[in-house]
């Protein structure tokens, strides 16, 4: 390295050692685009000595080829790796770093600041206790400054820097460190940051970034690195309630049955009295065993394995507390959402939900409000776009433990995650329960569905016809319920048109609309099955996780996905409400195969070629299946 600490050579287990006894901070770097901060860490690299010199080399010479500095290093290529970050001169993904000086031990986040990246900034600010809010001095406060100062509010860190960097573009003036100042403080009034402090920086020119600057003679404050070395970020997280969600349940042998995981808060010993959430079940301590040996006390943060004086049923995802201090239970949350996706969040569209080790089904019921990151007011809204912040209603598919984040970060937050690609889609932090799910119970009826499907002599289900408007569903579900009912079987349908003039009169057509609609008639479908009836829903239904979550909530054995194939063309062509014509005119938004998705089906049990069978041929298709397979 360029730097070599005499230790190392005379004395490497005491150089070790010293490193070892450091204190760590994790900080992240953040603000609009081209405020710094891949130069600012590079600075602090660069001037720490800590940079290899094969690593000096090749800066060296992507400067040339790449730099954006003339003859100088161009200090930011030591965080921009990517090619694309090298070649656009931007950041784009999170570059974490380490370094070290006498004082202490970093770790770095250097986020994007590109408002379409700001999920990325979301991801390195979850877990740092310290934020650098970097702005140009030139231009002073902007939108994504706001945005990103309200997300590191949002995720609970408590200590912030403002740094105002290029301030050699200015001419080191006081006066305009002091106007961006007043401007960002007098905006910080409204987020929940106790601890703020600004500092004028050049980055380029290492101006009071390690050492006091003598053109800026004007600032008596500390460096930035004096800072980030003596800053304290403490936070008691032993003080507080006992938290540890479970991880893993340990069984080597048929002596041993411990309960690992790692301690989100607080402390436990041996005899401590614990609980199980959501079960309620309590026992006490008995060891605290780690790979070292057992403990006689362990804190928050490390890994340990529970063993119980008594045999109780605990599995992965239960989360064990003190017996006199439990977290809260619900399935239904109040919660901040940072949506992280480029489709928009859709309430009534079915996610996962994953906390510090649980993975639920959960539907965002209702979009409370959306907040305007440059205000901070809250404002109406049905969807939320990429990057838009919103508080929502949250419907668990059951009660799940939890704290609120503002009291415990990690049993506090979750993450939201598309059912189908995998992918995060969110993140939130729970603000609180809607209910206590303690409270709330099902209410156990004498008469069954088995009973009164038994009355009936059928077996109940929902034949769900989905297809293009025009295609023939609701032809088809008619022509069915005469010949069923002309059998004497027990049936209702539910029709997409009728339905709209009653259960659905309050919704449009758009996507979000059209989730809600798909949602309050699975869950009257269900309630008909539930009823002992043959159930025909005849609805467009264009999502395929609408459709997915209408199965879901029915069972695998009482739904029957019906897809009326029938191509857009001979659809257009029979128009028979006139609404094709009318989309194609313009004069009606969002329809289906025009100007909003249809998604076909993959693997519907039913397919009836709308458009070369005739109706009485595919009503005799879906009988002849239901008979076949044991409904009638």
């Known amino acids: 390295m360029a730097h070599q600490d005499k230790l190392i050579s005379e004395d490497i287990l005491a150089y070790l050692k010293t490193h070892e006894e450091k204190s760590l901070l994790r900080f992240i770097t953040c603000g609009s685009v081209d405020d710094g901060k891949s130069t600012l860490i590079g600075r602090m690299l660069y001037d720490s000595k800590l940079i290899f010199e094969d690593q000096l080399a090749a800066i060296e010479s992507d400067s040339k080829k790449v730099g954006t500095t003339g003859d100088d290093i161009d200090l930011a290529l030591l965080v921009d790796g990517l090619q694309a970050e090298r070649e656009q001169g931007i950041t784009i993904d999170v570059a974490y770093r380490f370094f070290s000086t006498e004082k202490r031990k970093f770790i770095v986040a250097d986020t994007p600041g590109h408002e379409q990246y700001t999920r990325n900034m979301a991801t390195g600010a979850s877990s740092a206790e310290l934020a650098l809010i970097l702005v140009d001095a030139r231009k002073g406060v902007l939108t994504q400054t706001r945005r990103h100062s309200y997300i590191v509010s949002l995720l609970g860190i408590k200590n912030v820097v403002l740094v105002v960097n290029k301030m050699d573009l200015v001419d080191y003036s006081q006066s305009r460190y002091d106007e961006v100042v007043e401007e960002y403080l007098e905006f910080a009034k409204k987020l929940d940051i106790p601890n703020i402090i600004t500092t004028p920086i050049s980055a ?64 436990i010993k041996p005899g401590d009295k614990l609980a199980v959430s959501p079960s309620g079940k309590t026992s006490l301590i008995d060891r605290i065993v780690t790979f070292d040996g057992d ?46 996706q480029d489709e928009e969040m859709l309430p009534g569209r079915p996610y996962l939900l994953k906390t510090a ?44 433990p939890f704290d609120a984040y503002k009291d415990n970060r990690e049993t506090g937050s979750f993450i939201l995650i598309d059912r189908y690609t995998n992918s995060t889609v969110g993140a939130g ?58 059998e004497g079987r027990h049936t209702y349908t539910l029709d997409g048109d009728n339905v709209r003039h009653g259960l659905n009169k309050d919704l449009g057509f758009t996507d979000a609309d059209r989730v809600e609609n798909i949602r309050r008639v699975s869950e009257t479908a269900s309630l008909f099955v539930d009823a002992g009836l043959l159930v025909l829903v005849s609805f467009i239904s264009p999502f395929r996780s609408e459709r997915r979550m209408a199965r879901e909530l029915m069972g695998e054995k009482e739904f029957i996905e019906v897809f009326v194939d029938t191509p857009l063309e001979v659809c257009e062509e029979r128009d028979p409400k006139g609404l094709y014509k009318k989309a194609r005119a313009g004069d009606i938004k969002n329809f289906t195969g025009i100007d909003s998705a249809y998604e076909p089906p993959i693997n519907a049990e039913i397919v009836l070629a709308g458009d070369n069978t005739s109706p009485e041929q595919m009503a005799d298709q879906v009988i002849a299946d239901l008979k076949g397979r044991g409904y009638i």
């Open 357 to 400: 080790s649980t993975t639920v089904p959960v539907v965002i019921s209702d979009l409370h409000h959306k907040v305007n990151v440059n205000t901070l007011e809250e404002q109406a809204g049905k969807t939320l776009e990429l990057n838009e912040v919103g508080v929502c209603n949250l419907a668990l598919d059951r009660a799940i």
């Open 429 to 486: 932090m729970i603000d609180f329960g809607l209910r206590r799910a303690r409270n709330i119970v099902w209410q156990e009826m004498d008469i069954s569905k088995a009973t009164r499907a038994e009355q009936k002599g059928q077996k109940p289900c929902v034949l769900w016809f989905t297809g293009l408007s025009g295609a023939g569903k609701s032809t088809v579900a008619n022509l069915v319920e005469k010949k069923l009912f002309a």
């Open 295 to 340: 403990l006689d006390e362990a804190i928050a943060g490390q890994a340990v394995t529970l063993t119980l004086k008594d045999e109780i049923d605990i599995s992965r995802g239960d989360v064990l507390s003190k017996a006199d201090a439990v977290p809260e239970l619900s399935d239904q949350l109040r919660a901040h959402i940072l949506w992280m």
């Open 204 to 267: 380029l020119k290492g101006e009071n970034v390690i050492s006091p600057s003598e053109k800026m003679h004007w600032y008596h404050g500390p460096t930035l690195l004096g800072h980030l070395e003596t800053v304290d970020v403490t936070t008691d997280i032993a003080a507080t309630d006992f938290r540890m969600p479970v991880q893993w349940v340990n069984r080597p042998n048929l002596d041993f049955r411990g309960f690992s995981g790692t301690i989100a808060s607080g402390r």
